[in-house]
């Protein structure tokens, strides 16, 4: 089965900290990604990955940064995080092709205080 | 652009009957069409997809899904609910090229009252 590994399942950061949300699969995928779910908004993408050092800016890229170095892992970074930045993060990763489904990760619930 | 379009937020259905969860796309070409569902503290999980063909799809736990063009639409059907179904379904579609993200709506959420 396709894995895809959140780092952490809750965390609570303080404003102005740097935040780093880690994210492994073990499918060879190509495509990363990283998204914010809050309750009515349903998830929004914030950035993915179609290759290594490679990154697109998803629909709320605002404050948050990415690192893609391996293959493997896909890192979300929050440069210095604010209290409108808690929420439950998704990771996921897919194979290159039109249509692919994406897996997910399960989520890290981020407190931001 | 493209969009997806979840009318239901809520939804509280009986346990023992039929559900359908209702999902429009906007889209300008075939699209690529996805189920998901997410229980309370978890990660998504595909229940089905439509990629081409039969318009009538089969997924996991005894769900279905219609594609009608016309519609524009993807509705999500199960005969008989569970308790165990109750969670968050989010309806999607897929990249129309190399190199695009999955697009989601905003999610219905189904109560099963016993």
């Known amino acids: 089965d396709v894995k895809v590994t959140q780092s952490s399942r809750y965390l609570v950061k303080r404003t102005g900290e740097k935040v780093f949300l880690e994210c492994v699969q073990d499918m060879d995928h190509e495509n990363m990604f990283w998204y914010r779910q809050d309750p009515g908004l349903g998830l929004r993408l914030i950035y993915f990955?179609?290759?290594?050092?490679?990154?697109e800016k998803g629909d709320i890229p605002e404050g948050y940064s990415v690192s893609r170095e391996k293959k493997e892992r896909f890192s979300l970074i929050l440069e210095s995080a604010s209290t409108n930045q808690t929420s439950m993060y998704l990771c996921?990763?897919?194979?290159?092709?039109?249509?692919?489904?994406?897996?997910f990760g399960q989520g890290t619930r981020l407190t931001v205080v | 652009a493209q969009s997806v379009t979840q009318p239901d937020i809520h939804i509280t259905v009986s346990e023992g009957a039929s559900l359908e969860l209702r999902c429009n796309y906007s889209y300008g070409a075939t699209p690529y069409l996805f189920w998901y569902v997410q229980s309370p503290g978890q990660g998504l999980q595909l229940l089905l997809k439509y990629f081409s063909g039969d318009t009538l799809v089969q997924g996991i736990k005894g769900f279905e899904a219609e594609f009608k063009r016309s519609q524009s639409s993807f509705n999500l059907r199960k005969p008989s609910v569970h308790w165990s179904d109750a969670a968050e379904y989010f309806c999607?579609?897929?990249?129309?090229?190399?190199?695009?993200?999955?697009?989601f709506g905003k999610g219905t959420t189904l109560s099963v009252s016993s």
């Open positions: 990955s179609y290759d290594v050092k490679m990154k």
């Open positions: 999607a579609v897929g990249a129309w090229q190399a190199g695009t993200a999955l697009i």
């Open positions: 996921a990763s897919s194979r290159q092709g039109l249509g692919t489904e994406a897996f």
